[in-house]
């Protein structure tokens, strides 16, 4: 297995949750931001892997406090978008059920709040 581990950046807005009530046009303007920092990490990569075998992708986000209750799968929204732009920085061919499987969100501590980080495993076999 391969790994790589984009750098620790700060979000762009605030994660889009599935319990949002949030309008049409509001949630097109936060997809297209995480998805272009989706892009943005994928393209900060040096060598870009080539994953062309099966990949499992992880959104980290930061938080100052574990404490506070969170569901970590309401999340997926914003996992999806941060995937559909590695998909758009080519960092693999589709993001179908063949090739990626994305992973709940963390939330952690590990990374400063109101940051992310993106962890990507893979085998080209």
Request: hydrophobic residues 35%.
């Amino acid at each position: 297995m391969s790994e790589w581990w984009s750098p620790v950046l700060p979000i762009p807005s605030r994660p889009m949750n599935m319990n949002d009530r949030a309008s049409h046009w509001t949630r097109a303007k936060q997809v297209r931001e995480w998805r272009t920092v989706g892009w943005t990490a994928g393209n900060m990569a040096r060598p870009k892997p080539v994953i062309d075998g099966f990949a499992i992708y992880t959104l980290h986000l930061g938080v100052k406090s574990l404490k506070v209750r969170r569901d970590p799968s309401n999340l997926v929204p914003t996992s999806k978008a941060v995937c559909d732009g590695l998909t758009d920085a080519k960092f693999w061919i589709d993001d179908d059920s063949t090739r990626v499987r994305q992973e709940i969100p963390v939330i952690t501590t590990d990374i400063p709040p109101n940051t992310f980080r993106i962890h990507i495993e893979w085998s080209n076999t």
